[in-house]
């Protein structure tokens, strides 16, 4: 053997003559070789001025002396050039690129080529170090993410998918300063879709928040300049179907619409403008039908929700759902927040109370910590809210006033009304009536009576009159005056309904 079998370097032969210079030529290869660094790659012709010692990785297509050496090692020395054939495994570092390149038996490949499986990795840092929380770390000034097209055998689509494994677990994008959290965005502490942020990475408050069942976004801190809905209908209590004049009220009876005495009682009196001033306890409860369309979920339950009322004239005692707390008194808009529990998944009371007079107005509940603006809604708006729960059926002109639709006698005892209700109610409704008696004759006070069209007369009955209502639904009732014995007239005769100065009837849906 007259060379090593790695490096070709020349070895000695026994009695040979001249052995400095085999000697030689192997230290000159092995110094050309061992730890491999050259000038460029690909250079496909000798330098004009090459230096003692340089060093060339030979493209195709070489021109010249470099012809015919492709992928070979050109070593400049003692004047003329030396060509090396390089074995699968060299690796040669190449000064122009600042790379390591590693032959692979055909052609010089950058050696990262043999580093993309990381399928075992189990800590990659870019820049900077993984540490046992951070597996993979990076530190740079931008990174690209480009889809892997169709031509290159992908589907043209980037997807990035994170998991975790129960709903009450994290999943976020966690965005800080100085490694101070300032925002974050994900599936935090539940599998509804967040959004929250904080002034100094601990106090943190919920910006917005999509339910991951319905869809509902809703926006838990309130938006900026703009009022958050109020939950309480007939916020002004100007809407007053029942006709009520205030003074006190027993408990659990109903004042102006959608407010009531809460326990206890109270007394009430409303000025013009919609001031309130009372004492004891004033109640509305909250429809959680309306917590889908308002707050984006389907209930109350841990809610955050700010009850504010302008100028109370003494601190107020307020009840929210099962929390309690007290709005200061003061010039202004002044609130109290409360945080409800797990158990407010139905109707939530609202409750104020005072044991001295207390004058307040523009009431208004409304979901996060912060205080929004009241604004009033177009009365005839706030009246449409307040019939979906009690209705008064119109009744006008007179005396006596007539009610608004017509009457038929359709049997010898009978008398029905049919009513098509402007607004459909919560609820199949009740009767609530002013206790109103029948005349046989135009009626006056509490009395109701029936004139004949046809005839041109008043019915008169025998045996007593009972109202009830014989149809019931959400958008049309029917009410039907009973005679014991009779009616005077001919069934099927058409006629108006009247009414004296103080009779009415109500539809009553409250919760």
């Known amino acids: 053997m007259s060379s090593t079998p790695h490096l070709a370097l ?51 297509g070489g021109a010249g002396v470099f012809a015919g050496h492709e992928n070979e090692i050109a070593l400049f020395d003692l004047g003329v050039w030396r060509f090396f054939t390089p074995r699968p495994g060299w690796r040669a570092y190449v000064e122009a690129e600042d ?43 931008a990174t690209l993410f480009s889809a892997l097209t169709t031509a290159e055998g992908g589907t043209g689509d980037l997807r990035f998918v994170l998991n975790k494994t129960d709903a009450g677990n994290v999943l976020s994008q966690l965005y800080q300063r100085g490694f101070s959290g300032r925002a974050e965005t994900g599936l935090i502490g539940s599998d509804d879709f967040s959004l929250r942020v904080s002034p100094d990475g601990s106090q943190w408050r919920d910006a917005l928040r999509v339910d991951c069942n319905s869809g509902f976004v809703s926006f838990p801190s309130g938006t900026a300049a703009l009022p958050n809905a109020n939950l309480l209908i007939n916020s002004n209590f100007l809407v007053n179907q029942r006709a009520s004049i205030g003074g006190t009220i027993a408990s659990g009876y109903y004042t102006y619409d959608r407010w009531k005495a809460g326990s206890g009682g109270g007394t009430f009196s409303r000025a013009t403008d919609g001031t309130m001033t009372f004492s004891g306890s004033l109640d509305q409860i909250v429809d959680v039908a309306n917590a889908p369309a308002m707050l984006g979920s389907t209930t109350f339950a841990n809610r955050t929700l700010t009850l504010s009322v302008e100028d109370p004239t003494a601190p107020l005692s307020v009840t929210i759902g099962s929390k309690t707390a007290t709005i200061p008194a003061g010039a202004g808009r002044r609130s109290a927040t409360v945080t409800l529990g797990a158990s407010d998944t139905g109707h939530i009371t609202v409750r104020f109370q005072s044991s001295v007079s207390c004058s307040f107005k523009c009431a208004k509940l409304e ?131 009247y009414f004296g100065n103080v009779a009415y009837i109500g539809l009553q849906a409250e919760l």
């Open 99 to 141: 790379r390591i390149l590693a032959f692979d038996g055909v052609s010089w490949r950058d050696l990262g080529h043999y580093g993309r499986d990381l399928s075992r990795a189990e800590r990659l840092g870019i820049g900077t170090a993984p540490d046992d929380l951070n597996r993979i770390a990076a530190k740079l000034n």
């Open 10 to 60: 020349p070895l000695l032969a026994a009695a040979q003559a001249q052995k400095h210079v085999t000697h030689n030529e192997a230290l000159t290869s092995l110094d050309a070789l061992l730890h491999l660094a050259v000038k460029e790659k690909n250079r496909t012709s000798a330098p004009a001025r090459p230096e003692e010692g340089d060093r060339y990785l030979v493209g195709a």
């Open 367 to 497: 979901l996060g910590p912060n205080v929004t603006p009241w604004v009033a809604e177009p009365f005839e708006v706030e009246e449409l809210r307040c019939r979906r729960y009690y209705q008064r059926i119109s009744a006008g002109g007179g005396p006596p006033m007539v009610l608004g639709a017509l009457a038929q006698r359709v049997s010898t005892n009978i008398i029905d009304i049919p009513f098509s209700l402007p607004v459909p109610m919560r609820a199949a409704p009740t009767l609530a009536t002013s206790g109103l008696t029948w005349a046989n004759a135009s009626p006056s006070g509490n009395q109701a009576a029936f004139f004949d069209n046809v005839a041109g007369t008043w019915a008169v009955q025998t045996g007593g009159v009972t109202l009830t209502a014989a149809v019931a639904g959400l958008t049309s009732v029917v009410l039907r005056f009973l005679a014991g014995t009779s009616f005077t007239g001919a069934a099927g005769s058409i006629g108006n309904i």
